[in-house]
């Protein structure tokens, strides 16, 4: 069974570490502040100026102030700072975020995303997802293994604009995670429920599968 993106998320915050300072994209990515796990400390950053997110406020906690880099409201941990834009980029460029999670539209199998443009269609553009694939030590993908069609967004090659070259490290579907390395995509878990046969069909870019994929556990 494909896993939810609250699933996908929980997942994602399995990989964070202690003393990392995290930063989270706009979709999938934003959710992992509610699953960071409890015997870790963690400090996610915000490009437009915070560090020290918490959690999705609830209804008594909500302050409109207080937004992340997608205009969602959040709240802030205990230690949070606030800072302007500018400052925030530079610990972006600066090499100070130890890991970022985004979404994408397309990962390669040497690493490229393309998160930014599709023709013909209206996004938001490119944010701050160009200074984060350049910036951070470590990147991990958050996405649906197909579109819409049925179609596989893991590739061999990515057919749209690129955000960033040879940067993905992990990938986190519905389906898989997955690590880049080498040329290819590694099959490191799967989804409970879905067949090795059903990442293989979806997967479109160089898979290697290792001799006994363990299911996720959560």
């Not at 570490?17 to 796990?37: E, H, K, M, S, W």
């Not at 802030?76 to 100070?96: D, L």
């Not at 880049?180 to 879905?194: M, N, Q, S, T």
Request: proline fraction near 4%.
């Amino acid at each position: 069974m494909a896993l939810t993106r609250e699933q996908i998320a929980k997942r994602v915050a399995m990989e964070l570490q202690d003393g990392y300072y995290v930063n989270l994209g706009i979709g999938i990515p934003t959710l992992v502040a509610n699953y960071v796990p409890d015997n870790i400390a963690v400090m996610l950053q915000s490009e437009n100026g915070l560090l020290g997110m918490g959690q999705y406020p609830t209804a008594d906690a909500l302050d409109a102030d207080m937004i992340n880099a997608g205009k969602e409201t959040v709240t802030a941990a205990t230690g949070a700072a606030i800072f302007n834009s500018a400052e925030s980029f530079a610990m972006i460029r600066g090499g100070h975020v130890d890991l970022t999670v985004l979404g994408a539209f397309e990962v390669d199998q040497n690493g490229n995303i393309a998160s930014w443009m599709i023709p013909n269609k209206l996004i938001k553009g490119m944010g701050g997802a160009m200074d984060l694939v350049a910036g951070a030590k470590n990147i991990i993908c958050t996405m649906t293994h197909a579109n819409k069609h049925g179609e596989s967004k893991l590739l061999s090659e990515c057919s749209l604009p690129l955000t960033g070259v040879g940067c993905i490290n992990k990938v986190i579907t519905d389906l898989a995670l997955l690590e880049i390395k080498d040329g290819a995509f590694h099959l490191l878990e799967r989804a409970p429920g879905v067949s090795v046969e059903e990442i293989q069909a979806k997967t479109q870019g160089r898979l290697i599968i290792p001799k006994n994929t363990p299911e996720m556990t959560f």
